[in-house]
Nanobody, 123 residues
Framework: QLQLVESGGGLVQPGGSLRLSCAIP????????MGWYRQSPGKQRELVAA????????TYADSVKGRFTVSRDNARSTVYLQMNSLKPEDTAVYYC????????????????WGQGTLVTVSL
């Protein structure tokens, strides 16, 4: 099972910034979409932001629009989440997600996940 590797989480004060990074294995045959989800205690995992592998189409949760920016570096097989103006309600474990196909023989779309990185927004 392919594993994504996230980094960049930590403790930050309200109003601060963090940048999350996610390294994607180069062995994935086809990537359709890369993105970030988050999960807080007692809540369901939710989509935060996503970007198409080809082109610049992006999607954001309403709660983060104007504050977070998702981007990718195809040459480095990395997807980023720049988080500005952080709020206490942004506190969660953030998960990197890639949707695509691991090999040419796969039919349909697979979903790959990272192990999660904790972001805590607090004084």
């Amino acid at each position: 099972q392919l594993q994504l590797v996230e980094s960049g989480g930590g403790l930050v004060q309200p109003g601060g910034s963090l940048r999350l990074s996610c390294a994607i294995p180069g062995s994935i045959f086809r990537i359709n979409r890369m993105g970030w989800y988050r999960q807080s205690p007692g809540k369901q995992r939710e989509l935060v932001a996503a970007i198409a592998s080809g082109g610049d189409s992006t999607t954001y949760a309403d709660s983060v629009k104007g504050r977070f920016t998702v981007s990718r570096d195809n040459a480095r097989s990395t997807v980023y989440l720049q988080m500005n103006s952080l709020k206490p309600e942004d506190t969660a474990v953030y998960y990197c997600n890639v949707q695509g196909r691991s090999t040419a023989r796969v039919v349909g779309v697979e979903s790959f996940w990272g192990q999660g990185t904790l972001v805590t927004v607090s004084l």
